[in-house]
């Protein structure tokens, strides 16, 4: 299952930041290029079930949302733009199929599967999060990724939209809050650009920082808008934003905590 694959494929990013264990980051490379060469359609769309050599199903919701937040997850640690650019065009394959604008939330179903006589909308986080507070949280971090303000906008609407809820049953709303946080909190971008880009990523994540994306290149990438104006061939350095606003450069991971706390 496309899905469960891609959860898994978090998991091991995750581990992989905490425990700077390639072995993690190997199986979760190994994963998520299965999905991309065989759950991943000419037409951008992905299918949901592989099973014997054939894949099979289109996907759901929670298949695409899983997959875009692995992708992102595995830009921030490999800085391969790939990723980055995978999960993007998933986003629109997304938007162009399930989103349903007149309430700002995704239908489980994509507009290409046969017409049910209705389209439902999971939004209740369980023990797995709900496929549209993943898909909002996607989008908020594309959002600082791209600076896409579209991207930024959708995923404040789907916040709000179940913001009265929240308040009346909070513990199926995890998801939502911690993206609630993000919204009122202070969110960062951490770029880190640079030819020891990688060594101060891997030490910048031994820290635990959730309220912000992390990056980094060892290449002059202008083509990313994150990267845009930040290279220096002789420097690598650590830039800390709040929606694209920078304060001065700094070099090492210490100098880059303090200004996350001021």
Known sequence: LTGWN??????LVDAYRVFNDQEFLDLALKNANFIKDNQLRK????NRNYKEGKSTINAYLEDYAATIEAYINLFEVTSDEKWLNLAQNLTKYTINHFYNPE???????????SSLITRSIEYMDNVIPASNSIMAKNLFKLSHLTFDMDY???AAQMLHNVSTDIESYPSSYSN???????????????????KNAKAIRNEMNTHYIPNAVI???????????VFEGRWDDDNTWIY??????CKLPVKTVNEALKLLEN
């Open 43 to 46: 037409d951008g769309g992905l």
């Open 6 to 11: 891609s959860l898994m494929t978090n998991g």
């Open 152 to 154: 930024n906008e959708k």
């Open 215 to 225: 990056a980094s290149t060892e290449t002059d990438q202008e083509n990313i808008e």
């Open 103 to 113: 309430n700002g939330m995704f239908y489980f179903t994509s507009d290409e599967d």
């Open 240 to 245: 800390v934003c709040v929606n694209n606003a």
């Open 176 to 194: 939502w809050l911690d993206l609630t946080l993000n919204y009122t909190k202070p969110f960062y971008e951490i770029v880190i650009a640079g």
